[in-house]
């Protein structure tokens, strides 16, 4: 029987590129979103994928958004955790809002998206819980302390659930892209994004399907002795940054 996948921020950017390949992989996928109608309508004629809207950093819009997938595809063996914002500023000049903006949606969505999941992982005894983290949360960024810190939030708490679910057939994972062609990235200042691909040794931005391709080896049969790690794909940008 068809696997059943859930990715947050599926309708865009890296977590589009996620629900395309998991989708040609013969998966069901259901993708996440929290406010570009238009994106997840195209998202959705053009794979098949079934959208769902929601704010993750919001603990009752990720129980309906469970609830909603499970009843329409069936119980979901794989969460994505993909969604998030950036709110970039000097630590010295950032307001509380910027930082709780990008706790609450990049942090607090691990625990309000998969603490719906895990309990039915545990039970059918198999489960992929992938967390998309970032490079600059393993050596930090200029002008992303909130960001930064949540990312790297994201490797301590899938070490810990994968070791509490090893036992289990669930297993937990992070990749950690480093720059990737997307509009988040494109959002960056000109002359800044210019000196970061710079020092980027592969010479050029990651692509989506990259990450996707992580994914989709993480998300399979093959991957179960595969837990707790981080996987790390910045063309060699960690290396020099
Ligand atoms: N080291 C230390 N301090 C630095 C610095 C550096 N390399 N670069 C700049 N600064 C300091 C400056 O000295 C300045 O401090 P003061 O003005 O108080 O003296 C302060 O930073 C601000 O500098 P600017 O006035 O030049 O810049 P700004 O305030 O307009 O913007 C910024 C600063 C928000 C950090 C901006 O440069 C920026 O957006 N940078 C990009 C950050 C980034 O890479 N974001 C990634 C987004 S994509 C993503 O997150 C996806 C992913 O996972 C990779």
């Known amino acids: 029987m068809a696997r059943v996948a859930l990715v947050t ?6 977590g589009r590129a996620i629900v395309e390949r998991l989708t040609a992989d013969g998966i069901k996928v259901a993708a996440g979103y929290s406010g570009n109608d238009a994106a997840a309508e195209a998202l959705k004629r053009e794979t098949g994928a079934m959208v769902i809207k929601g704010n993750v950093g919001n603990l009752a819009d990720c129980k309906h958004a469970v609830e909603q997938v499970t009843a329409e595809l069936g119980p979901i063996d794989i969460l994505v955790n993909n969604a998030g914002i950036t709110r970039d500023g000097v630590f010295h000049r950032m307001n509380s809002e910027q930082w709780s903006e990008v706790i609450r949606v990049n942090m607090d969505s691990l625990f309000n998206m998969t603490r719906q999941v895990i309990e039915g992982m545990r039970e059918r005894e ?3 819980i992938i967390n998309i983290s970032s490079i600059n949360g393993q050596k930090g960024q200029v002008g992303q302390t909130n960001y930064s810190a949540a990312k790297a939030g994201m490797i301590g708490f899938s070490k810990a659930l994968a070791l509490e679910n090893a036992k289990k057939g669930v297993t937990v994972n992070v990749i950690a892209p480093g720059y990737i062609d997307t509009e ?5 200042p000109a002359k800044v ?3 970061i691909i710079a020092q980027i ?3 050029r931005l990651g692509r989506g399907d990259e990450i996707a391709d992580m994914v989709a080896f993480l998300a399979g049969e093959r991957a179960g002795y595969v837990t707790g790690t981080t996987l790390s794909l910045n063309g060699g940008q960690y290396l020099v940054g």
Request: no cysteine; glycine share 30%.
């Open 193 to 195: 994004l210019e000196g």
């Open 201 to 203: 040794p592969v010479g």
């Open 9 to 14: 921020g599926g309708t865009r950017g890296i």
């Open 184 to 188: 988040m990235v494109q959002a960056v």
């Open 126 to 128: 198999w489960g992929r």
